[in-house]
């Protein structure tokens, strides 16, 4: 007996491939993998196992027998290093991406020292100090997240092959990534923000 069955994940957890069926008595391979299905543990279940295939061939010799928890485990070893290092070197590249921000901010801060005294000297309450500084940085900040999401969507067939069980386009992952940095951002620009809205008109203006 032969027959074509789904396509099943034989070689790779993320990639399907198409399979035959054989039938044992048709087709004895040298190596075979039996599964057992229990309703308890696996673990209480493989001394009874050994011994029944034991009974029916007791020179048969068994190896690797593990749960299909470990089996999967196993596995996914590879693409688990590298899902770490991903995170690891997008956490170096967020870290450093914000002390950027905060970097260029806080330098046009200073720079804008006299200007912030003077607008403050004017009327210009504190807090609406603190949010035309962030939200010159957040300009910018927006506009590059914007130009990585637009790459990340035209490179999705390069992420595809990084993925498991998730779509290269997940809308709700595009949205989350793009709320994340968007935070990360936010604060980089707070910070020299709120120094802009503490500056004493009186002594920027003596400064200059």
Not at 96 to 113: E, F, H, K, M, P
Request: charged letters at 15%; a neutral charge.
């Amino acid at each position: 007996m032969i027959g074509v069955v789904g396509e099943v994940r034989h070689t790779a957890l993320n990639q399907e491939f198409p399979c035959l069926y054989f039938s044992a008595a048709l087709h004895l391979a040298s190596l075979m993998d039996i599964v057992v299905r229990t309703q308890g543990r696996p673990e209480s279940v493989q001394p009874s196992a050994r011994s029944r295939i034991h009974d029916i061939d007791p020179e048969l010799p068994l190896s690797n027998v593990r749960t299909l928890e470990e089996y999967v485990y196993n596995n996914a070893a590879q693409p688990r290093l590298n899902a770490v290092l991903l995170v690891v070197f997008a956490g170096v590249a967020l870290l450093i991406a914000a002390i950027g921000v905060y970097g260029v901010l806080a330098y046009s801060v200073n720079q804008r020292t006299r200007e912030i005294g003077l607008r403050m000297a004017l009327g210009a309450q504190p807090s609406g100090v603190l949010w035309w500084v962030a939200g010159q940085g957040m300009l910018v900040s927006v506009a590059g997240i914007a130009l990585g999401l637009v790459g990340a969507y035209a490179f999705n067939r390069v992420l595809a092959s990084l993925l498991f069980d998730i779509q290269p386009r997940d809308s709700l992952t595009f949205v989350t990534v793009a709320g994340l940095l968007a935070a990360v951002a936010l604060t980089a620009c707070l910070v020299p923000a709120r120094r802009a809205s503490r500056v004493d008109p009186i002594v920027a203006l003596r400064d200059e």
